[in-house]
């Protein structure tokens, strides 16, 4: 599995002879406080596993297994260099080798939530819902959403898949993730609109399964994006001002970065505000790529310091995996998933918890 990384040298090389110049990009190095895991560090061993300096061994596995896939580093990189699918390659050989953490793996194969709502869509249909791994909240707040901006009735796709299995290519299971998310392919054909509510299944359909030679027929939306402009009567439920986060895969993978906000400044009594770092180099809530499984410490510290610049401000998300996992790291701040944010404003009485 080395082999994979031969299509990368490129990027490779490039970064070994780097001054780290994307050091201070990197959410996961500047919460780890530690050279090894910086992009620069990440890469340096790749290099040494794939010319045969350094072994490919739990070590490699370890190390590799530090990055949330936020894309910051690209984002700064002068040579535009895409860290994280390099360092997927190298998930992949550690895991075909046995040496990949086993947090990592059981992260990639595990089961979504239940989800009551979803399994309640008939299958098919014009508009066919991809919750990935948000909860049952999320998707009962993004049903009304979407048949209150007009895209009902909603279905499933053929099927059952819910999931486009990103969470496999980004831990090292690169066949895996072709087998589901062809599976998510095929159950979507025919619709005229996917809707993701996680946007790295959009992500997925849109960018990365279309680079593995499966173009997905139907266009394929964030939630934020099928009702953008849609939502007539919004009645705001939620006293003074915000602070928005962009959800990594949302703004830097998909570039949605104002329809969200446009649709919360018409929930919120105040304004939406920035943290210093925003929008291309917006910061990271640190659930991403498994580090959550692996590194839960760090990734709970990577949240924190996502929200660190406006500390008394409630945050919104628009990812429920995001907003789960920022409520779980800030222990005590008010975290609200866009999606069930956005649902009780529609004027009538909300079922949502906050998710
Ligand atoms: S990603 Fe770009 S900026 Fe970062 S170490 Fe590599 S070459 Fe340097
Ligand atoms: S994608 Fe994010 S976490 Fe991963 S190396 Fe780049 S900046 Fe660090």
């Given at each position: 599995m080395l082999r994979l990384l031969d299509a990368h040298r490129h990027a490779i090389d490039t970064c070994v002879f780097?001054?780290?110049?994307?050091r201070f990009a990197c959410p996961v190095a500047e919460a780890a406080a530690?050279?090894?895991?910086t992009p620069w560090g990440l890469m340096t061993r790749i290099d040494d596993v794939h010319v045969g300096?350094?072994?490919?061994?739990g070590a490699a596995g370890d190390l590799w297994?530090?990055?949330?896939?936020?894309h910051r580093c690209q984002a700064v990189c002068k040579h535009d260099n895409d860290v994280p699918q390099v360092l997927y390659a190298a998930r992949a050989a550690a895991a075909a080798a046995g040496h990949a953490p086993a947090a990592l793996g059981a992260w990639a194969h595990s089961a979504p939530p239940p989800r009551p709502a979803f399994d309640a869509l008939p299958e098919g249909g014009p508009v066919r819902l991809v919750p990935g791994y948000v909860d049952d909240d999320t998707v009962r707040a993004a049903v009304r959403l979407l048949e209150a901006a007009g895209h009902g009735p909603l279905g499933r796709p053929v099927g059952g898949a819910?999931?486009?299995?990103?969470r496999l290519l980004e831990a090292g299971h690169p066949d895996a993730f072709d087998v589901a998310a062809r599976r998510l392919a095929d159950g979507v054909e025919g619709a005229r609109l996917v809707v993701c509510l996680d946007p790295a299944d959009a992500l997925a359909l849109r960018r990365d399964l279309p680079a593995r030679g499966r173009t997905v027929g139907p266009p394929v939306q964030h939630l934020t994006e099928a009702v953008a402009g849609r939502l007539a009567a919004l009645t705001p439920v939620l006293e003074g001002d915000v602070l928005y986060l962009d959800a990594c895969r949302l703004g830097?993978?998909?570039?949605?970065?104002?329809a969200p906000r446009r649709t919360l400044e018409a929930v919120i009594t105040g304004r939406v505000v920035e943290a210093v770092m925003h929008h291309a180099e917006g910061g990271c809530?640190?659930?991403?790529?498994?580090l959550a499984a692996t590194q839960p410490a760090l990734a709970a510290q990577v949240g924190r310091e996502a929200v660190a610049?406006?500390?008394d401000l409630p945050v919104v998300v628009a990812s429920g995996v995001c907003a789960g996992h920022l409520r779980v790291a800030t222990a005590g701040r008010a975290v609200h998933g866009w999606a069930t944010l956005v649902a009780r404003a529609l004027g009538r009485p909300g079922q949502e918890d906050e998710g």
């Open positions: 780097c001054p780290k110049l994307c530690r050279e090894t895991v300096r350094a072994p490919l061994d297994a530090h990055c949330t896939g936020c819910g999931v486009s299995g990103i830097r993978g998909l570039g949605v970065y104002d809530c640190g659930a991403g790529a498994g610049d406006v500390p």
